[in-house]
């Protein structure tokens, strides 16, 4: 009776393997598509492009009387006046501003309102039906104002609509990325060696408990044929806890849990592959133009245009795969005590509420190793970030390496990624390594990197050594393919780890978590490195800082217990449904 009932259950449309190969095409296709904006807009292109703007309608100091020269596209800061730098300001309302400031505070306020949107539509992305409506609206406004860059000339007195576009585009960005997340779990629930997993655990628990687990046949059929691959992991094989207490059904468990794992890495690690991918693709079409006209703005509002281009061009196909909420009943998701129509204004209202509820301690300690998780979150995304920009600051004042160069450091790193976000989840599967291991090794490989730059403080690599310590340009090149193959990875594990963590049903609200987490760690990093590169007049020093910032995530890694953080998980979305809005 118990294979009859998995058999009705895996012809269910949750269990689709058609369905679920689109779905997952669909998943991947957005990544692709997305990336490539953050890879070489965001990083590269957009931070210059917004410095040249307001230089070109800048004036130099002291006497704010003298136009800025054009700058080339290396986000110089400086112009020479007689022999002497000075520094070139933009007048915005009433205020003289830096114009390498203007790009800063740009960044920022995208950083502000993208955290605000993301908690605002968190409970919408929650709800299957409107989930892919989040993605594919907040698709069209990313890139949508990344397209029209490339219709607003430098030599506009509406130049200052250039912040607005960047604004707007990064946040697009970043809601529809928490969208596409959200898909995550689910996607890795309806891998095929889960489902042969599930089966396992069904078969042994019918074994072990025929009269209990025949009672649930029905109720387990019914909750199977209510998940889709776009909304909850109902997991209806799984729900009755109480046959974990046999030895036999807990190991089959544990070994479902453990292939879930590694199927959530392998999705998580090969969007990003793809991602990385598309990002090498576009930063050599975008070079292009770039090379062509000679580092202009508009070489550079080319380059950024492109990027919203390829972005929409490859949506298309994400439109057409990404689950939707068609043929699945609402209910499904809605609270169980909430008789009320769905309302898109009363859903960012309870978002809010429930960002407050989920910040109290007594609900931290509910998800203790869930935010465990997002304190090591909040280290790691900080370090990682300023790993980054430390070292490419310090090839340019450092080790004096030019502009092509440093491009070629911003190449090499995504390269890398692709091999490293390929090459370890092969590594975990033939060592049988865990998730959480995984990331753990990730971590100490990564501080190796500013661990190499503080050696260049030793005598040896100051005086007459060639090479050692990072005081050449070749191993910048190494380090960027090091850090690359980490990096890759570490992005990849990082989002499949959290995924066990978080409350079924509630996938965007927590991702949205992530998200701010991240976002909100991204200022002190590069604040603490700027203080120390101020105060020591040498950049190199930062990579003490660096090396401790990262290792004080890896207690706070192995602090995670996943199985409970698993457990507590779902018994706090049981409980929130209980409960109601």
């Known amino acids: 009776m118990a294979d009859a009932a998995y058999d009705e259950l895996a012809e269910s449309p949750a269990y689709d393997d058609k369905n679920y190969k689109r779905h997952l095409r669909g998943w991947m296709s957005y990544a692709f598509a997305s990336e490539v904006f953050a890879i070489v807009s965001l990083t590269l292109f957009l931070p210059i492009c917004l410095e040249q703007f307001a230089r070109d309608h800048g004036y130099l100091l002291p006497d704010r009387t003298q136009r800025c020269t054009t700058a080339v596209a290396n986000s110089t800061v400086q112009a020479q006046v007689d022999g002497e730098e000075v520094r070139c300001v933009v007048k915005l309302a009433w205020m003289w501003i830096d114009t390498a400031s203007f790009s ?29 409506r989040v993605l594919l609206s907040f698709a069209a406004l990313g890139f949508i104002s990344a397209m029209l860059f490339l219709i607003l000339p430098s030599s506009s007195p509406l130049w200052p ?3 607005l576009l960047a604004v707007c585009a990064n946040v697009g960005f970043g809601v529809s990325i928490v969208a596409l997340n959200a898909y995550l ?27 209990r687990q025949s009672a649930a046949d029905e109720s387990s059929r019914e909750a199977g044929t209510e998940a889709t691959a776009e909304g909850d992991q109902a997991e209806p094989l799984l729900a009755q806890e109480e046959h974990t207490a046999d030895p036999e059904v807990a190991d089959a468990k544990a070994a479902r849990n453990k292939i879930l794992s590694t199927a959530t890495a392998r999705i ?10 598309a990002g090498i693709l ?67 209202l309870r978002a809010w509420k429930k960002l407050g509820d989920m910040l109290r301690w007594r609900e931290i300690m509910r998800l203790k190793n869930t935010f465990i998780y997002l304190a090591a979150w909040f280290l790691l995304s900080d370090g990682f970030t300023t790993i980054t920009s430390t070292a490419i600051l ?100 990082a989002r499949a780890f959290y995924a066990e963590l978080i409350p079924p049903g509630e996938e965007a609200r927590w991702y949205g978590l992530y998200s701010i987490t991240d976002k909100s760690s991204s200022f002190v990093g590069p604040l603490i490195v700027g203080l120390i590169a101020d105060t020591t007049g040498n950049i190199r020093y930062a990579f003490f800082f660096l090396v401790v910032m990262v290792w004080l995530a890896v207690p706070l890694l192995a602090k995670v217990d996943v199985e409970q953080g698993r457990k507590d998980a779902k018994q706090y979305a049981l409980r929130q449904r209980d409960i109601g809005p």
């Open 394 to 493: 310090f090839g340019k004042t450092t080790l004096h390496m030019p502009a092509s160069s440093l491009l070629l450091v911003g190449a090499l790193a995504p390269g890398a990624g692709i091999l490293g976000s390929i090459m370890w989840p092969i590594i975990q599967r033939r060592a049988g390594w865990s998730n959480l291991r995984v990331l753990i090794t990730l971590v100490i490989l990564a501080s190796l990197i500013p661990a190499y730059g503080c050696l260049g403080f030793l005598p040896v690599f100051q005086h007459g050594a060639r090479v050692g310590g990072l005081t050449t340009a070749g191993e910048m090149y190494g380090l960027a393919v090091l850090f690359g193959i980490v990096y890759g990875a570490f992005q990849g594990y």
């Open 268 to 277: 998580s690690s090969h969007g990003i592959a793809l991602g990385y991918i």
């Open 161 to 163: 609509l250039s912040a």
């Open 282 to 348: 576009m930063v050599l079409l975008a070079l292009i133009p770039v090379r062509a006209l000679g580092g202009s703005t508009f070489a550079l509002q080319l380059a950024i245009g492109l990027t919203g281009v390829w972005w929409a061009l490859f949506s298309v196909p994400a439109a057409m795969w990404l689950p939707g909420g068609e043929g699945v009943k609402a209910e499904s998701w809605e609270e169980p005590r909430s008789a009320e129509a769905w309302n898109a204004r009363r859903e960012i």
């Open 185 to 211: 779990p689910a996607l890795a629930s309806g891998a095929k060696e889960v489902i042969e997993a599930d089966a396992e655990v069904w078969r042994v628990a019918h074994q072990h408990h025929p009269q």
């Open 104 to 132: 800063l505070y740009v960044f920022s306020t995208s950083v502000a309102l993208q955290a605000i949107t993301v908690i605002s539509m968190g409970g919408i992305a929650d709800h299957p039906p409107h989930r892919k």
